[in-house]
């Protein structure tokens, strides 16, 4: 069975500063590994996703992820943070192969200082 | 356990029929409720936004008459798929707020449709 532990409820970060938001996962096989964000109140909204290839993922409003099997974690990282990245993170995984559902973390509520 | 149940987990049905799905919030009420669809291999695609006691908020390119989501109680969602066929084979979720601020978010284990 797949699973995906968010070890932070909350992450505080200074503006400008590099942000990190924790991801490890379970499964059998590949994985298949996504981020998303939900702003209060809205649905949520797609930031990255792995398959295959380079470890390293570049997603939307400058989030990257980091792919590391070793550690099956899939850390979800920007260089620089901004107040508006303030919102609830997801990481969620599923098998590569085959009809298998999507499964999500607890989510990480991310909080910019300004 | 489950704060949030979808049933049913899985479901095929014939081409043309309706089905319906259901959202479940166990143990709080929702008054915000989000339904998704997932394509294999592809990312969740928010479809509609539920309210309890009025009408569901559409994302662009779904179809409302094929889609009909009722959202009649705090603690219970429905999405129907009307005339269903092969294309609308999907995996569908749904998700739930906690508290008015959404600061909460409970997803169901999700529901896949096969029209055959």
């Known amino acids: 069975a797949q699973s995906v532990a968010q070890p932070e409820d909350q992450v505080n970060v200074a503006e400008g500063n590099p942000l990190t938001v924790k991801c490890t996962y379970s499964?059998?096989?590949?994985?298949?590994l996504f981020w998303y964000v939900q702003y209060p109140n809205r649905g949520l909204q797609f930031l990255l996703k792995?398959?295959?290839?380079?470890?390293l993922v570049k997603g939307s409003y400058g989030f990257e992820a980091e792919f590391n099997k070793s550690q099956t974690s899939f850390h979800l990282k920007k260089p620089s943070a901004l107040v508006s990245d303030s919102a609830l993170y997801f990481c969620a995984v599923s098998r590569l192969v085959g009809n298998t559902p999507l499964v999500f973390g607890k989510g990480t509520r991310l909080s910019v200082i300004a | 356990g489950a704060v949030v149940s979808q049933h049913p987990s899985w479901v095929i049905c014939k081409s043309g029929t309706s089905v319906k799905i259901e959202c479940r919030s166990l143990?709080?009420?929702?008054?915000?409720m989000f339904w998704y669809r997932q394509f294999p291999k592809q990312s969740l695609m928010l479809m509609a936004t539920s309210n309890e006691g009025s009408k569901a908020t559409y994302e662009q390119g779904v179809e409302k008459d094929k889609f009909l989501i009722n959202h009649a109680s705090l603690t219970l969602s429905t999405l129907t798929v009307t005339s269903a066929h092969p294309e609308d084979s999907s995996f569908y979720i749904c998700?739930?707020?906690?508290?008015?601020?959404?600061?909460?978010?409970?997803f169901g284990e999700g529901s896949w449709l096969t029209v055959v």
């Open positions: 998700s739930a707020s906690y508290d008015r601020a959404g600061n909460t978010i409970y």
């Open positions: 499964v059998s096989g590949n994985p298949y």
């Open positions: 792995y398959i295959t290839g380079d470890n």
């Open positions: 143990d709080f009420q929702a008054t915000t």
